[in-house]
């Protein structure tokens, strides 16, 4: 599996094996050999959404591949067993991969053929053509399909990126798993997430202020969360471990949300996330000695995140009761 010959090889012997356990089991329909037909998935390339993010085609791919991400995740469903049928839904996942590649650019393309700037003209010279590769060119663990290699702490290890939102007395409130590495982009679902499972268990009152470290900091989400979500927001524009402001990230927002976290108010919330949310990981990590998923699967991990915090929360609860009781 270390070659391209030898994963075509491997490939083409699971696509035999299925066919003859098929032929067993009396399946008269099959696949055509040698080609797995990928769903087709809706992508909706907004130009007005994309282009003020100034990312060029880079901006387009980027969207493309954040629905197609979206879209597997509402339809995850139980790693098979059969090391055959892995191998061929990571083949078809790859060729997916593909054509959601061809789509962005083509419409990037098509965006800069034909869109006018505000005084008539064209919008520069024509980009460069893109020239699909022949095969996809990624990579997928056969293991864990729906899995990604995830930056750690100290390097890299194959996984999930685990999420979780905290109250003031260390109570999870929402937990979910994304296979993308950075935390950029996860602020606005883990609120919506936190709202839907107090409205779950009847209580009305929505969270107040969300505080998150640096790496949560996406302008866009943050006017989403404040103007739709009605919670407001305290992110540092810079990393803990950064003397100096990054950069160009001077002034505008930067700055306003500099001089918030310096007042009393504003810097005694954020200094109070660290005994929030941080013991949680800790005490699961270190104390309870979960650090690694026992289950295969998004959808199976993400249950399993969850019965993880859900054990937490009946610990601290039952701690509280002790405590209470001996007062």
Do not use: C
């Amino acid at each position: 599996m270390r070659t391209s010959e030898g994963r075509r090889a491997a490939l083409a012997k699971a696509k035999q094996k299925l066919e003859r356990d098929r032929a067993k089991n009396g399946s008269a329909k099959t696949e055509a050999a040698g080609h797995v037909e990928a769903p087709a998935v809706k992508i909706e390339l907004d130009s007005e959404v994309i282009v003020p993010r100034i990312q060029g085609r880079d901006g387009w791919l980027l969207e493309a591949r954040r629905q197609l991400d979206e879209h597997r995740r509402r339809q995850a469903k139980p790693i098979v067993r059969s090391r055959a049928q892995r191998l061929l839904e990571s083949e078809r996942r790859l060729q997916q991969d593909l054509a959601v590649e061809r789509y962005a650019n083509e419409a990037y393309e098509h965006y800069r053929a034909n869109e006018r700037d505000t005084q008539g003209r064209r919008l520069g010279r024509p980009p460069k053509p893109y020239e699909p590769p022949e095969t996809p060119a990624g990579k997928l663990n056969t293991t864990d399909p729906d899995s990604r290699n995830v930056k750690t702490p100290r390097s890299y290890a194959q996984g999930y990126n685990a999420q979780a939102v905290v109250n003031e007395d260390q109570i999870v409130l929402a937990a979910e798993v994304s296979a993308s590495s950075p935390d950029f982009g996860h602020l606005q679902p883990m609120v919506q997430a936190t709202k839907r499972e107090l409205q779950a268990i009847g209580v009305t009152e929505a969270p107040g202020v969300a505080v998150a470290d640096s790496g949560y900091w996406n302008e866009e989400q943050m006017d989403a969360v404040v103007a739709n979500e009605h919670v407001q927001v305290l992110i540092p524009p810079d990393a803990g471990k950064r003397e100096t402001p990054r950069p160009g990230w001077q002034g505008g927002r930067y700055t306003s949300m500099r001089e918030a976290l310096a007042t009393d108010y504003g810097g005694g919330l954020y200094r109070r996330r660290k005994v929030m949310v941080e013991p949680v990981f800790a005490q699961t990590k270190h104390n309870r000695r979960i650090d690694s998923f026992r289950r295969r699967g998004r959808s199976a991990v993400r249950s399993e995140w969850r019965l993880i915090t859900a054990t937490h929360n009946l610990l601290k609860l039952h701690k509280h009761q002790i405590a209470a009781a001996g007062a």
